[in-house]
């Protein structure tokens, strides 16, 4: 073996006998999902709220629980959480919004309802998909409130201590 040395990639192929031809891999093709009516529709949660979102092309108007979404969403801040998956897209008068959302409080429904608007975004325009998980608005945050445990007074807070 030491007098046949290898020196280029020819010799080696040579040496292996006949490869296999490598296949490139191809990036998944994600295709567009509308229903009968022309719309798109996702869901979306954040710690106990679940968000049903629909999207339809109109004039930019966004119902949540069949209320205007600056009257569900008081706060500024919530509306500007809201408003984040349209406005990285550039989408923000295009899309007419209608989404019911159940459970926890006003700060984890708008994010599931964020979830779940830039879910139905790629489902109406997959080209989108990229722009959207970048901003990581496709991401699910799995993070949830802890329970509480026997013998304390809340998930990890002891009750007070008394030696005698």
Same mark, same amino acid.
């Given at each position: 073996?030491?007098?046949?040395?290898?020196?280029?990639?020819?010799?080696?192929?040579?040496? @292996?006998?006949?490869?296999?031809? =490598? !296949?490139? #891999?191809?990036?998944?093709?994600?295709?567009? &999902? *509308?229903?009968?009516? $022309? /719309?798109?529709?996702?869901? @979306?949660?954040?710690?106990?709220? =679940? !968000?049903? #979102?629909?999207?339809?092309?109109?004039?930019? &108007? *966004?119902?949540?629980? $069949? /209320?205007?979404?600056?009257?569900?969403?008081?706060?500024?801040?919530?509306?500007?959480?809201?408003?984040?998956?349209?406005?990285?897209?550039?989408?923000?008068?295009?899309?007419?919004?209608?989404?019911?959302?159940?459970?926890?409080?006003?700060?984890?429904?708008?994010?599931?309802?964020?979830?779940?608007?830039?879910?139905?975004?790629?489902?109406?325009?997959?080209?989108?998909?990229?722009?959207?998980?970048?901003?990581?608005?496709?991401?699910?945050?799995?993070?949830?409130?802890?329970?509480?445990?026997?013998?304390?007074?809340?998930?990890?807070?002891?009750?007070?201590?008394?030696?005698?």
């Amino acid at each position: 073996m030491a007098d046949q040395e290898t020196k280029t990639l020819e010799d080696l192929a040579e040496l @292996g006998g006949e490869a296999a031809p =490598v !296949a490139p #891999v191809e990036a998944p093709v994600y295709e567009q &999902k *509308i229903d009968a009516q $022309g /719309r798109a529709y996702a869901t @979306g949660k954040r710690k106990d709220a =679940v !968000a049903r #979102v629909w999207i339809k092309p109109g004039a930019g &108007k *966004i119902m949540i629980n $069949g /209320r205007e979404h600056t009257k569900y969403f008081a706060r500024p801040v919530l509306q500007m959480i809201l408003m984040q998956p349209l406005v990285a897209v550039s989408r923000s008068d295009q899309y007419d919004v209608n989404c019911t959302v159940r459970g926890g409080g006003l700060s984890g429904q708008a994010g599931a309802v964020r979830h779940g608007l830039s879910k139905a975004l790629t489902n109406f325009e997959p080209e989108l998909r990229s722009v959207l998980k970048k901003g990581g608005y496709l991401t699910r945050d799995a993070r949830v409130v802890e329970r509480k445990k026997y013998g304390r007074a809340k998930a990890r807070k002891s009750f007070q201590f008394s030696k005698r």
